[in-house]
């Protein structure tokens, strides 16, 4: 499986680092940003797999994402639900040129859609690194059970 890159938008500092921190996984690339034009500056440094949009009122609202090129409406896009936007209606949002929106109403959905979308067949299993320092043979014996 190629690696996959996650685009997390909302201005609150600290929503923004808690969402990465839960959706961070071995294969996954997480970049946060503070506003939905700032993820497409520069394009082409890295290509994005999925947008994870949290609106805000007055500061991250539904009708700056109309504002987006229609090339970048392609990419799945998750809409976080919160207090400012308790519901969203995606046939807006589809009718604009959005390929493939969703919502999402807490970390744990967020999760479960991105995995369904960039993991379909499940994650590789974990990549086991050895411990730095070998263990000698001394102290493996002194770190196994005594017997009574």
């Not at 994650?123 to 320092?133: G, I, N, Q, S, Y």
Request: glycine residues 2%; hydrophobic residues 40%; proline residues 9%.
């Amino acid at each position: 499986m190629s690696y996959k890159t996650v685009f997390i938008v909302d201005p609150i500092r600290g929503e923004r680092i808690q969402m990465a921190k839960f959706l961070s996984e071995e294969i996954i690339t997480v970049m946060t940003f503070i506003a939905i034009n700032d993820c497409f500056k520069r394009p082409d440094l890295i290509r994005c797999d999925l947008i994870v949009f949290a609106p805000r009122k007055d500061k991250n609202e539904i009708k700056h994402l109309f504002n987006i090129k229609k090339k970048y409406r392609q990419i799945p896009i998750i809409l976080t639900l919160n207090n400012d936007f308790p519901d969203i209606n995606l046939t807006e949002l589809s009718e604009n040129g959005f390929a493939s929106p969703y919502k999402a109403s807490s970390n744990e959905k967020v999760r479960e859609i991105m995995l369904g979308l960039l993991a379909p067949e499940g994650l590789p299993a974990r990549t086991e690194v050895p411990h730095p320092v070998p263990i000698s043979a001394e102290v493996q014996a002194a770190l196994s059970p005594r017997p009574e």
